[in-house]
Structure formats: structure tokens, C-alpha cells
């Protein structure tokens, strides 16, 4: 039985100030019993102010993206190292807005993931076609070309800390989302490519949907069989729609 992973993506959200009032709404809002996961993924520079926040609960923190290079001279690189020291648990690999605005392509994607794995952090993975692509039916052979990059640099067994976010490009921050059985088809499309490469992991490996998760379409998202949890942008940064979303899960 895979653990739902529900997981905040803040993009370049917060302050100090704002960033607390949030995380102590979280805090006081999950209580003590929480059948999922939750992870907040914050901007770099908040990593320590999340690990002094949540160091002592059941809410796990993790960056949104991390440099292919190991150290040195890279002015702005974030190493995976250093997330590492900032006591992240996951970081957030190929997002959208990353190919998108940072020209970050499969290959680059399946290094850093390399990066993240050395370094004991869960990679989160996102794959997604845009509405071009879905339209022309190229959903699955994008997704699964984005996920194939990955797979044929790690080892079999690195599947045990994977997770894969599939985010349809045309859903993020549009308020328009795919529906339950869209979402299914494709991730149990990613499932049958990950027991490729090893059937008995494959099981494990969580696929969450990210692309306007709300409150008011999570819990029929996340009752698919293969919806192994979310990867929230926009109802993130509100804490009852985020709470309300663990609720679902
Ligand atoms: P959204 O973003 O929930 O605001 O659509 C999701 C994401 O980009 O991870």
C-alpha cells in the first residue's frame, strides 16, 4: 500500500512573516493523526526557517529544484549537498515553469536527479504534456519519453526513493484540471514504465497529480488507483484549502 505524499510547491512565494503564520496554520490544523505525508517545498532561501519551523512535526520540507553540478564555480547554483545540509527531505525535478522559462531539457533533468539521489534526497520528478501536444495525442509519448530520461540513468533500485508528478502543462495555475480518469489513464501509463525497469518497485513508487489540485477536486482525483497524491502550487499557500486537501488524501 503506497502512502499518499501531498506535497506544497510554493513556486517564488513567502517572507519570513508570511511563511510562519502558514506553517503554524498547518501545524495547528493536521493535529497529530495524519494517514498521508505532507511535504512543503519553499524557496531556498526559507529552507532553514521551515526546518526550525518543523523540525519537531510530522510536516517534512524540501526545495524546488536543485544544480546538476556538485560544487564550485556555478554563481547562483544551489548543490544538492546543500540541501541536504538544510535537513530537505525531497526536491521538486523538471518542472514545467523550469523546461519552460529555464530551458531545462530530459537530459539535464535525469542529471539532476542523479544529483538529488547522491545526495539522500527524493527526487520528485514532474513530467506533463502542454495543450498542443494532448491535442495532437502526443500525452503519453511525451510523458513518457520525460520519464524514460530518468530511468535510464538510475539504478533499479533508486526506484525505492522516486516519486513522479504528472502536471498536464495546460492545468498548472489555470484552474482548469484533467479530469480523475484523464489523470488515471496517464499515470497508470508511468506505472507500467516503471515496472520496466523493475515490476516489484514499481508497485511502491508514488505518482502524484499536480495541475489545480483544489479542495473541491481532490478527494475524486485522489481516489484513482494509481493517484498517489498531489503536488499543489496555488492551494498551497492558502492553509485551510491546504489542509482540506490532506484531509482528502
Ligand atoms: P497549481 O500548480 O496547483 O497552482 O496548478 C501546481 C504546480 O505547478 O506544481
Redesign the pocket.
Known amino acids: 500500500m503506497r502512502r499518499k505524499l501531498i506535497a506544497g ?1 510554493w ?1 517564488m512565494n513567502g517572507s519570513f512573516a508570511s511563511n510562519e503564520a502558514l506553517l503554524s496554520d498547518l501545524r495547528a490544523g493536521l493535529g497529530s493523526d495524519v494517514a498521508c505525508e505532507v511535504l512543503v517545498c519553499a524557496p531556498a532561501p526559507y529552507l532553514m526557517q521551515c526546518a526550525d519551523l518543523l523540525s519537531d512535526s510530522d510536516i517534512a520540507w524540501g526545495a524546488q529544484d536543485v544544480s546538476v553540478h556538485i560544487s564550485g564555480a556555478y554563481t547562483g547554483e544551489v548543490s544538492a549537498a546543500m540541501l541536504a545540509d538544510c535537513s530537505c527531505s525531497y526536491v521538486i525535478i523538471g ?3 523550469r523546461r519552460a522559462y529555464h530551458g531545462e531539457l530530459n537530459e539535464l533533468v535525469a542529471q539532476k536527479t542523479l544529483r538529488a539521489l547522491a545526495s539522500g534526497l527524493k527526487p520528485i520528478v ?1 513530467v506533463g504534456e502542454t495543450l498542443e501536444q494532448r491535442e495532437s495525442g502526443l500525452t503519453n509519448a511525451v510523458v513518457r519519453a520525460q520519464l524514460q530520461a530518468v530511468l535510464d540513468v538510475i539504478e533499479a533500485d533508486a526506484l525505492a526513493d522516486l516519486v513522479v ?1 504528472y ?1 498536464p502543462v495546460w ?4 484552474g482548469k484540471t484533467a479530469t480523475p480518469q484523464m489523470a488515471q489513464e496517464v499515470h497508470a501509463v508511468l506505472r507500467q514504465q516503471l515496472a520496466l525497469k523493475n515490476v516489484t518497485s514499481a508497485a511502491n513508487v508514488r505518482i502524484l497529480y ?4 483544489k479542495p473541491d477536486n481532490a478527494q475524486e482525483l485522489l481516489a484513482m488507483p494509481d493517484i498517489d497524491g498531489g ?6 499557500l492558502k492553509a485551510a484549502d491546504f489542509l482540506a486537501i490532506v484531509r482528502a488524501a
Open positions: 510547491n513556486k518542472h514545467s515553469e514532474c508528478a502536471e492545468a498548472i495555475g489555470t499536480g495541475g489545480s489540485m503536488l499543489i502550487g496555488g492551494a498551497a
